[in-house]
């Protein structure tokens, strides 16, 4: 599979625990992450997870965010960028990454990556992977979705980008939560190239 610096953004729909997996799987597959939560992205993170996360760049803790998985991940591979940080290379086309995950996402992200407003950090490097025909993937995760929700989506993969919903499978016998993240962070996975053996792959009977 092909290496290369990832996007990781967090934004403020539920899922937080699939954003936090997907930094952590990325860094234990030895790649360089750029990490950009949302303000609302915080708030889910300290209602889920129970961590407090600070946006200030100067602030910002990764072990907050990881919580115990931290220990033992190269820390130094997580660039964090402010989501109000244009100056940041992410917000360049120039700046070459292999792909970028918006996990989880949000209703409103969706509607601004579908219409190309770049109001902060987070929709402009989502815009540079549309524009550069680099992968984008989004994970959104409401429900039920409105018709103008499902029209922004289509939008959004008319652009290019990948539609991959927080669903978990249930082929795979999940036994715990963390199985059910995992299937889903492992689809993300499959999406940026990362290698993982999160999940079990389907297979034909007998096979």
């Given at each position: 599979?092909?290496a290369?610096?990832?996007?990781?953004a967090?934004?403020?729909a539920s899922?937080?625990?699939?954003?936090?997996?997907?930094?952590e799987l990325?860094?234990?597959?030895?790649?360089?992450?750029?990490?950009?939560v949302?303000?609302?992205?915080?708030?889910?993170?300290?209602?889920?997870?129970?961590?407090?996360?600070?946006?200030?760049?100067?602030e910002f803790?990764?072990?907050?965010?990881?919580?115990?998985?931290?220990?033992?991940?190269?820390?130094s591979?997580l660039?964090?960028?402010?989501?109000r940080n244009?100056?940041?290379?992410?917000?360049?086309?120039?700046?070459?990454?292999?792909?970028?995950?918006?996990?989880?996402c949000s209703m409103?992200?969706?509607?601004?990556v579908a219409?190309?407003?770049?109001?902060?950090?987070?929709h402009?490097a989502?815009?540079?992977h549309?524009?550069e025909r680099?992968?984008?993937?989004?994970?959104p995760?409401e429900t039920?979705?409105?018709?103008?929700?499902?029209r922004?989506?289509?939008?959004?993969?008319?652009?290019?980008?990948?539609?991959l919903?927080?669903?978990?499978?249930f082929?795979?016998n999940?036994?715990?939560i963390?199985?059910?993240?995992?299937?889903?962070?492992?689809r993300?996975c499959?999406?940026?190239?990362?290698e993982?053996r999160?999940?079990?792959?389907?297979s034909?009977?007998?096979s």
């Amino acid at each position: 599979m092909a290496a290369g610096d990832l996007v990781v953004a967090i934004t403020g729909a539920s899922g937080s625990p699939y954003g936090v997996r997907l930094v952590e799987l990325c860094l234990r597959a030895g790649r360089t992450v750029h990490l950009v939560v949302s303000p609302a992205g915080t708030e889910v993170v300290r209602t889920e997870l129970g961590r407090t996360v600070h946006l200030g760049e100067a602030e910002f803790d990764p072990a907050a965010l990881l919580g115990p998985a931290a220990a033992g991940l190269d820390l130094s591979r997580l660039k964090y960028h402010h989501f109000r940080n244009f100056q940041a290379g992410i917000a360049s086309g120039s700046f070459l990454t292999a792909g970028m995950a918006v996990c989880p996402c949000s209703m409103g992200t969706v509607a601004a990556v579908a219409h190309g407003l770049s109001e902060n950090l987070i929709h402009r490097a989502a815009d540079v992977h549309l524009k550069e025909r680099r992968k984008l993937v989004l994970v959104p995760r409401e429900t039920p979705l409105g018709l103008i929700q499902l029209r922004n989506l289509t939008a959004a993969a008319e652009a290019g980008a990948v539609i991959l919903p927080a669903m978990p499978a249930f082929y795979t016998n999940p036994q715990s939560i963390a199985d059910m993240v995992d299937f889903v962070v492992g689809r993300v996975c499959d999406q940026l190239g990362v290698e993982h053996r999160l999940l079990k792959r389907w297979s034909e009977p007998g096979s």
